[in-house]
């Protein structure tokens, strides 16, 4: 009998190491930090539609999905607070909302345009950024879009118009002021392509039938979470955020439920196409 008793005291003494890590693993915020992160007493997560990144559905349906709302709804439940999805209709509102603390938190492409203004944590995602051609186009990949004549649609105040605008020797970017815009702009040929990360192309590219998402990339959009400047106490736990929902796969559950298609998970480097 005592045999057994000795040889189960090594068991147990694992089994409450495991659990001792599982309960450390989900942070539970300061008082102070709760505070900083959401000072109304409910988190506001900035989200602009028709992205699986951000939000696809009405925010109050139960199957709406989305990597930056289903992140935003797990940090809210971490913080111990109120999820309150706030939607805008172009990510570039949601930028200049947070920039003004209007949202406490946006999961975004971390540019260093935006990194200015906004304080982000380490990468989550990657996605890659391309083009998608309306029907019956010539052209076949990225190196294909920077000719004369060529029309190029970007959403207005997006990192691809600052990256593009800079590029373009030839051809010519036009501002689209949403991503229905856009599918209505090259179902008309009034763009001959449009320009953002491939999981919004691949999106659009369903509604839009004929047309293609051009194989290979012009650049990543690197998504982190962001916050206002002047938060700094909160970014420890933000970034501790970040870093447990990368390993425990919260970050591929939320992607894989959304549907994203042309992403590179930031911590494995695994690509995902179409």
């Not at 559905?57 to 289903?70: I, L, R, S």
């Amino acid at each position: 009998m005592a045999r057994i008793r000795h040889s189960i005291i090594p068991v147990i003494a694992v089994v409450a190491q495991l659990l001792a890590g599982c309960a450390g693993t989900a942070l539970a915020p300061s008082p102070s930090e709760r505070q900083v992160l959401a000072p109304s007493g409910k988190l506001r997560v900035g989200l602009y539609p028709g992205s699986p990144t951000s939000i696809l559905g009405d925010p109050a349906a139960p199957e709406t999905k989305g990597v930056a709302f289903d992140l935003g709804k797990e940090l809210a439940r971490r913080l111990g607070v109120p999820f309150e999805p706030v939607v805008f209709p172009k990510n570039a509102e949601v930028i200049e909302a947070l920039k003004a603390g209007q949202v406490d938190v946006a999961f975004t492409n971390a540019s260093p345009a935006r990194a200015r203004d906004i304080d982000f944590t380490q990468p989550y995602l990657d996605v890659e950024q391309s083009y998608l051609v309306p029907a019956g186009s010539a052209m076949a990949a990225p190196a294909d879009i920077d000719r004369p004549g060529i029309r190029v649609g970007v959403s207005v105040g997006s990192s691809s118009q600052a990256v593009l605008t800079r590029q373009f020797k030839n051809a010519v970017v036009v501002l689209v002021p949403t991503l229905k815009e856009a599918i209505e702009m090259l179902s008309q040929k009034q763009l001959d392509a449009f320009a953002t990360n491939k999981a919004i192309l691949f999106e659009l590219s369903d509604s839009l039938p004929g047309s293609r998402v051009l194989a290979g990339r012009w650049g990543l959009e690197h998504f982190s979470a962001g916050i206002p400047k002047g938060r700094d106490l909160g970014m420890p736990y933000m970034r501790k955020f970040v870093e447990e929902v990368q390993s425990t796969g919260l970050v591929q559950t939320a992607v894989e439920r959304a549907g994203v298609r042309g992403t590179v998970f930031h911590d494995k480097g695994i690509s995902r196409g179409p």
